[in-house]
């Protein structure tokens, strides 16, 4: 894991990574303090939990779905939802007592997203074809409803307002992708084709 310098565009640390532990996917919590790792490797996949200002592994937290990729936390930095585009389950992790406290049955997840007051997560899902976002109320972690997007959804980012849900659309290297826009107001999906590999949102500040 690599820790970079923004003013300067240089990498001023290198975190080497115990053996057998394969980074993939990161979280930061809010206050910038402690950051979340996947560890790919399967058996024996966990969450490796890092002390940002001294660069130090400070626990590993054995998790049940394979092959972590999605790491988001929730706005209040409470808990880790972990999605997996080859796992059969979508993992929740409670980040103070750093244990798994619920399994939702969420096959091939890609990525997720919450609304600004975290009560509500999207999480995208390439089990089905064309491709789904499941919405989840996180005070009870039941599925609200099922937005059908287009094939291989990957990741997804909440615009500004809580209005509207951006999915890219991607099944490996790709040539045909596509944008789903899901209005949440209106309760809308409309998807636009790309003529190329589609991965990675971002937006202008």
Not at 131 to 142: C, L, P
Request: hydrophobic fraction near 35%.
């Amino acid at each position: 894991v690599n820790f970079i310098n923004l003013a300067t565009n240089q990498v001023t640390s290198t975190l080497i990574m115990p053996d057998f532990q394969t980074p993939n996917g990161l979280a930061i919590s809010p206050d910038g303090s402690t950051a979340y790792v996947g560890n790919f490797t399967s058996p024996g996949q966990s969450i490796l939990v890092i002390n940002i200002p001294t660069h130090t592994i400070t626990a590993t937290i054995p998790i049940s779905v394979a092959y972590p990729s999605g790491m988001t936390l929730t706005p209040d930095g409470s808990q880790l939802w972990i999605a997996s585009p080859l796992g059969g389950e979508t993992d929740i992790i409670d980040t103070l007592s750093q244990t798994t406290v619920y399994r939702l049955n969420i096959q091939a997840s890609g990525d997720v997203a919450f609304n600004s007051i975290g009560t509500m997560a999207y999480i995208t899902s390439q089990a089905t074809t064309p491709g789904q976002v499941f919405a989840v109320d996180t005070s009870t972690y039941r599925i609200v409803t099922t937005y059908t997007v287009g094939n291989g959804p990957t990741d997804i980012s909440m615009s500004y307002g809580d209005q509207f849900l951006v999915v890219d659309n991607c099944v490996g290297e790709c040539t045909n992708g596509s944008i789903s826009i899901i209005n949440l107001a209106k309760d809308t999906v409309t998807t636009t084709p790309f003529n190329g590999n589609v991965k990675g949102i971002a937006f202008v500040q």
